[in-house]
Structure formats: structure tokens, C-alpha cells
């Protein structure tokens, strides 16, 4: 990928290659600006291409960043089968969920990253397209871990709670205590979290449980 | 209180009157317009007033701001006392403690100005001196839950858990459950994060506590 700024069959031979540029600059931005630093041209600086180009792969900055939400169910699926192959065990499938929330939230990138979706959420509130796609993202992982405890419980590892409740409850800790990290400093949030969670609900699914 | 935009001994009379006047105004601008809709001009609207009798008592907007914040410190004071004088029993207090979050957070003003708090704890990542108050009111709510909890274990109402690491569980999820509810729209999550809360952590916490 270059800096041309003409759009038009030459790019078509590499599509894939610039939308995954395209979407690591969105990323590296988000991180290092937030969400008011994510303009078209900061995009394409970062990218090392330009705003042309971008405009070829995505109309308006909107159908760039629903794209960049899209992904990551991408790499929830993905996640999520490596899981299933790596353990039958659904206490390690949990704590493995579990952690990466936490383990994640501890790098400084994952931090502001986790800031800037704050920022878009906030963004989002009025902006009903956005909502719906952060809202989908949002319950996907919440489905995912509420099907991970529905397992455990069906295989008799786990006691009889509400799956998505319980599920909702993990994970509204462990997104609480990132956004005190991200916005308070306080630096570990997070990981005391994952503490509590294991101590007080992790624990209580396994009482009773086998 | 009067639109006069002199400054001088006549207001001097009535300061604590146009103090209130001037905070309910912050308050429900941030409720309306939200964080960026926060300028002297339309708090001085908003109070019937001006902006240089605002001046007159807070020299900028980030000591009114300060100021603002700062409030929330004697209404968990008042909270708490109010609490401690209603009853002995350490599970309705901790109950009613839990109900305070999630209740207020039901009205549509409640979720504006939780709204607009976040919009201010991502403004106020990179400034030293905001990040300070709002850890501190933040602080100043986690602590008095735990002093509930630590009350109730003495007392042996309570099983021995650490209480600093359960209040900021369970204020973790229902902040996180706000959050959801003040930017995706899950309009339920903060009720049913305090069914959680109660089946996961109010209950254990009473399991052979008595």
C-alpha cells in the first residue's frame, strides 16, 4: 500500500491488506487520540495512505468505524472456538473468559482503548445505528459467557443459577472496575475484580456443583 | 435572586441562596445538555441570573465545577446518618445502601446526570485535579459501604469476608449496570444488577453469618 491518492482499479488487487491497515490505524488511534482525534486524515497518516484511498474502502467515517465494531465479534468467534478446542473443562472455560477481560485491561493500550469506547458509548447515546452495533457487541460477549456457564450447568459442573444473570453480573464488575481504571486511575480495579468474582461468583457456581 | 449583572455588596446578602441556585442550575444542565453543554452563560440562564454574580462566587468554571462535586461528599454524609438513625439492622442497611444506587438510577434524570458524570471522568483522565475529586467522591462511596459491611461482620450479622473487596464488587457491577443502561439502553440491567447482587453477594454474605 502506498500514498497514492487516486482511487480506481489499481486498489482492487489489494483490498484485504489496506482494510486490515485501515482498521489497525483506527485501532492505534483510538488508543494514543481517543475518539475526537479519529478523523479520515488521522486515519490515513497513520495508515500511510490516504484519504482517498479510505474513501474507496468506506463511503463515510461512520460505515469506517461500524466496520472496526464488526470485527471484534470476528475475534470473539474466534476466541471462542480456540477455547473450545484448548479445554472441556468449563470452570477453565470461565476463569479463561474471565481473564480476558482482566489480563487485557492491565496493558496501558487496552486502557486508553477501553477509554475511547467509554468515549463512542457516550457518542452513541443519541446515535441510534451506533447504539445498535455497540449494543450487538456488548451482547454478544454476554450471550458467549451466559452459553459458557448454560454448559457447565447442563454438565452438572456448575450449580443452577440463571446463566445470563449470572453472566451479567461478571461481567458489569469487571466492566466496572476497567472504567475506574480507565477514568480514575485506579490501577488495580481490575485485577481485584477478578478476585472478587472468583470469591464470590466463580465459587458459589462450583458449591454444590459435582 | 435577580438578573443584575453587577457585582458587588449586594449580593453579599444572599449568598448561600444563590450558591444553591447556581448548583441546581450545574445539576440540571448537566441532566439536559450534558458535560459539553456546561458553559457559565447557560448556567447563569438556567439559575436567572448572570454570569458575573456566578463569577462572583466561583472565580472559574472548574472551581464550580470542584465545588459541585464537593456537594455529593455531605449528601452521602447526610445518606449515611439518616441510615444509621432508621435502623440497626446491618442487611437492611446494606439493602437500602444497594436500593440508593439502583433505585435513583431508574429515573430518566438519574441516567442523564450518570451520563454526564462519565462524560466528566473521561474528561478528567488527563486532569490531575478533577481525577482527584471524583476518586475521592468515588472513594468516599466505596469506603461507607464497606463500613456497613465491616459494622455488620463485628456484630456477627455478617460472615468474615474482606468488606473493602465486597462493596467494590458489588458497587463495580451496579455502576457497571448503569453505565449499560445510560449508553447501550439496557433499560433493566441496573434492577437485575441488584438481583445479582443480592443473590450472589447479599446471600453469601449471610450464609452462616448469624
Sequence with gaps: MNGSSTTGPAEESEPTDAREEIMAATYHILCEEGYAGLTMRAIATEAGTSKSLIHYHYDTKDDLLLAFLERFLDR??????????????HEAR??????????ESDEAERQSFWRAL?????????DEEF???????????????????????DEGAFRAVDPRATADLILDALEGARTRQATLGTD???????????????????????
Design 76 to 89: 470473539l468467534d474466534r476466541f471462542l472456538a480456540e477455547l473450545q478446542a484448548e479445554t472441556d473443562d
Design 94 to 103: 470461565l476463569l479463561a473468559f474471565v481473564d480476558r477481560f482482566v489480563v
Design 118 to 126: 467509554l468515549e463512542l458509548r457516550l457518542q452513541a447515546a443519541h
Design 131 to 153: 447504539r445498535e452495533q455497540l449494543r450487538a457487541n456488548n451482547e454478544a460477549i454476554r450471550e458467549a459467557l451466559a452459553t459458557i456457564i448454560a454448559e457447565g450447568i
Design 188 to 210: 488495580d480495579a481490575p485485577l481485584a475484580a477478578r478476585e472478587s468474582v472468583h470469591e464470590h461468583v466463580v465459587s458459589t457456581l462450583l458449591d454444590s456443583g459435582r
